[in-house]
């Protein structure tokens, strides 16, 4: 819910162009952005957000989506630090201030790279860190985010302590908007 979409199901050479229109900065170079093997990746999808600090500053979220079928194993992990690297290395993309996370995301992960995304010094997920911490490298199952997803909106419930009714609604509304309704409302 905090990020837009940005690019989908393009190049990495795209990832520059939507980074750089992000930021305001014309794209010099017409050299692709390649991973370190010369191939072209294509991203799923890259999202992102402006984080609210003393200087703005942007975060961009490239997700690598695997069917439910597949395991994010080596080989896959391998594809998204691939992407991860070319961003790390390429000049064009350490102009401005960005952070640049990672996710290959799909039901379920091998036993090393499991291994890999629990390591104690880290937080859960995160297998990779490049460029002083500005790029990261995260695997990510559908559980772990739905649950995610579900603390956060427990947290915001008991925080917020919302509880929606029909008489409340109404009630809020009567008052907020007491100018713009009749003084006796019409019977049902």
């Keep these: 819910e905090e990020y837009t979409l940005a690019v989908d199901d393009q190049s990495l050479t795209a990832v520059l162009e939507a980074h750089c229109a992000s930021h305001g900065i014309e794209v010099l170079s017409q050299r692709p952005v390649l991973r370190e093997d010369g191939s072209r990746g294509i991203v799923d999808l890259m999202l992102s957000r402006v984080v609210p600090v003393q200087r703005e500053r942007k975060e961009h979220l490239v997700?690598?989506?695997?069917?439910?079928?597949?395991?994010?194993?080596?080989?896959?992990?391998?594809?998204?630090?691939?992407?991860?690297?070319?961003?790390?290395?390429?000049?064009?993309?350490?102009?401005?201030?960005?952070?640049?996370?990672?996710?290959?995301?799909?039901?379920?992960?091998?036993?090393?790279?499991a291994q890999k995304a629990s390591q104690p010094h880290l937080p859960e997920g995160l297998v990779t860190q490049l460029s002083g911490g500005r790029v990261k490298v995260w695997v990510k199952t559908w559980a772990q985010m739905l649950r995610s997803c579900r603390a956060r909106m427990h947290f915001f419930q008991e925080r917020l302590a919302y509880r929606a009714d029909t008489d409340g609604a109404l009630e809020y509304l009567r008052a907020t908007y007491a100018k713009y309704l009749p003084a006796h409302p019409p019977e049902a």
């Excluded at 998204?80 to 290959?104: G, N, P």
């Design 63 to 113: 997700i690598e989506l695997k069917r439910p079928s597949v395991r994010i194993g080596q080989e896959e992990l391998n594809q998204v630090e691939s992407y991860a690297h070319a961003i790390a290395s390429d000049e064009r993309f350490r102009l401005t201030d960005t952070d640049w996370h990672f996710w290959a995301v799909s039901n379920d992960v091998t036993d090393i790279v």
